[in-house]
């Protein structure tokens, strides 16, 4: 296809309750979406999970913006025909970004499979028409709000809990967290890169626990440190922000770095690019499972198809869309029934937007003719 026009929108959600990480707090989650017109007059959409600020990654929304209207959009116009397959290879040129090419390459394959008629879980082949759903829990100002919580998800009927944890706020809130849902429910931790090399001793005793894995405890940067963490501990050490790449993937596993991966296509580039880490996970025998970045219901359909992969052993950050907003942006959100999430099967990623709600929040709109 050959895209016409490119649409850089801001929306502006606010949270049900504040997600506080080891990184910040959120009370609300400004979203850029991308509308991309093919010729023939197919829209397609892609969610950036870029933040606002770059605390998590070096990405931010207004980056985004940025390197989409004055570097992709450019590459994208002067290349004319194109298909999804192609956009990696298109923008290989502009270094690093991958939330910007990821939401331009999701826009693409939501545009690309609508034209099909297929869906995104058809096109990638994955066997499961549901998935089970995990729910990622911030950190809380007292120990009682978080066991409340967490009560209230095991209603809910999640498959499994991530806790967020940090210094001074995580041997105690899982001890009292695991007591609290009994031994056989999964429970893991996440810690967004908040301890260093001098805290081996310390996260040991979250052995006692028996959790499905350890989050990014060390630096994005450091993974001699994961490698050593993963052989002083016996919580298998899972890598989020420090896998951007297909071959830092093939690094960290080959090192010992990484004995379990967190795939988020946003990190990596794309889709495309998740379902080759994927694959790579799987010829080593590495667990993966999918990352969420409180997506709305566009990113969050897309990210079902993608763990419906067999690859994804374990269940994924993709929670009911209520767990994070009262309404979404889509007319089907996602919902959990018995710890498990259908995924979708319409046409493209599988959502229909609600127009008028999207309108409602929008915050900024630009168009950029190709
Ligand atoms: O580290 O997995 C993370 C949200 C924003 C940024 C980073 C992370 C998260 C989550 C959210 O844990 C999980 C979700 O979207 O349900
Ligand atoms: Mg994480």
Same mark, same amino acid.
């Given at each position: 296809?050959?895209?016409?026009?490119?649409?850089?929108?801001?929306?502006?959600?606010?949270?049900?309750?504040?997600?506080?990480?080891?990184?910040?707090?959120?009370?609300?989650?400004?979203?850029?979406?991308?509308?991309?017109?093919?010729?023939?007059?197919?829209?397609?959409?892609?969610?950036?999970?870029?933040?606002?600020?770059? #605390?998590?990654?070096?990405?931010? !929304?207004?980056?985004?913006?940025? !390197? @989409?209207?004055?570097?992709?959009?450019?590459? @994208?116009?002067?290349?004319?025909?194109?298909?999804?397959?192609?956009?990696?290879?298109?923008?290989?040129?502009?270094?690093?970004?991958?939330?910007?090419?990821?939401?331009?390459?999701?826009?693409? #394959?939501?545009?690309?499979?609508?034209?099909?008629?297929?869906?995104?879980?058809?096109?990638?082949?994955?066997?499961?028409?549901?998935?089970?759903?995990? !729910?990622?829990?911030?950190?809380?100002?007292? @120990?009682?709000?978080l066991l409340s919580a967490v009560q209230g998800y095991v209603d809910d009927g999640y498959a499994r809990i991530k806790l967020k944890i940090e210094p001074g706020w995580d041997i105690e809130p899982v001890r009292l967290v695991r007591e609290l849902i009994g031994p056989e429910m999964g429970l893991q931790v996440d810690a967004n890169t908040a301890y260093t090399r001098r805290d081996f001793e310390h996260l040991r005793q979250l052995d006692a626990y028996d959790l499905l894995l350890i989050e990014q405890p060390l630096d994005t940067d450091d993974l001699l440190g994961h490698r050593d963490l993963?052989?002083?501990?016996?919580?298998?050490?899972?890598?989020?922000?420090? @896998?951007?790449? %297909?071959?830092?993937?093939?690094?960290?596993?080959? =090192?010992?770095?990484?004995?379990?991966?967190?795939?988020?296509?946003?990190?990596?580039?794309?889709?495309?690019?998740?379902?080759? =880490?994927?694959?790579?996970?799987?010829?080593?025998?590495?667990?993966?499972?999918?990352?969420?970045?409180?997506?709305?219901?566009?990113?969050?359909?897309?990210?079902?198809?993608?763990?419906?992969?067999?690859?994804?052993?374990?269940?994924?950050?993709?929670?009911?869309?209520?767990? %994070?907003?009262?309404?979404?942006?889509?007319?089907?959100?996602?919902?959990?029934?018995?710890?498990?999430?259908?995924?979708?099967?319409?046409?493209?990623?599988?959502?229909?937007?609600?127009?008028? %709600?999207?309108?409602?929040?929008?915050?900024?709109?630009?168009?950029?003719?190709?």
């Amino acid at each position: 296809m050959k895209l016409s026009n490119i649409e850089l929108r801001r929306i502006h959600l606010e949270l049900v309750t504040p997600f506080r990480t080891s990184f910040g707090e959120q009370t609300a989650r400004e979203i850029l979406l991308i509308g991309v017109t093919s010729d023939d007059g197919t829209v397609g959409w892609g969610e950036c999970v870029a933040m606002s600020e770059p #605390l998590y990654s070096p990405e931010y !929304v207004a980056g985004v913006e940025t !390197v @989409i209207s004055e570097f992709i959009a450019p590459r @994208i116009s002067q290349r004319g025909d194109l298909i999804a397959g192609d956009i990696a290879e298109i923008l290989k040129p502009i270094k690093g970004h991958q939330m910007a090419k990821a939401a331009i390459e999701m826009a693409v #394959l939501d545009a690309e499979l609508r034209i099909q008629g297929i869906n995104l879980h058809a096109r990638f082949g994955g066997s499961r028409a549901t998935i089970p759903s995990g !729910v990622s829990v911030g950190i809380f100002s007292s @120990i009682d709000a978080l066991l409340s919580a967490v009560q209230g998800y095991v209603d809910d009927g999640y498959a499994r809990i991530k806790l967020k944890i940090e210094p001074g706020w995580d041997i105690e809130p899982v001890r009292l967290v695991r007591e609290l849902i009994g031994p056989e429910m999964g429970l893991q931790v996440d810690a967004n890169t908040a301890y260093t090399r001098r805290d081996f001793e310390h996260l040991r005793q979250l052995d006692a626990y028996d959790l499905l894995l350890i989050e990014q405890p060390l630096d994005t940067d450091d993974l001699l440190g994961h490698r050593d963490l993963a052989a002083a501990i016996d919580t298998p050490v899972c890598l989020d922000e420090s @896998i951007e790449s %297909f071959v830092q993937a093939e690094d960290a596993i080959a =090192i010992g770095a990484a004995e379990i991966i967190n795939i988020k296509p946003g990190r990596v580039g794309g889709y495309l690019e998740a379902v080759r =880490i994927h694959d790579l996970c799987v010829a080593n025998g590495i667990p993966v499972w999918c990352g969420g970045m409180l997506e709305t219901g566009i990113g969050r359909a897309a990210n079902c198809a993608l763990a419906a992969l067999d690859g994804f052993v374990l269940p994924g950050d993709i929670s009911a869309s209520r767990r %994070f907003y009262s309404r979404d942006i889509v007319l089907d959100p996602i919902e959990v029934n018995s710890g498990e999430v259908a995924v979708p099967s319409a046409p493209g990623l599988g959502y229909d937007l609600d127009s008028d %709600f999207l309108e409602s929040i929008t915050t900024s709109v630009q168009h950029l003719s190709l």
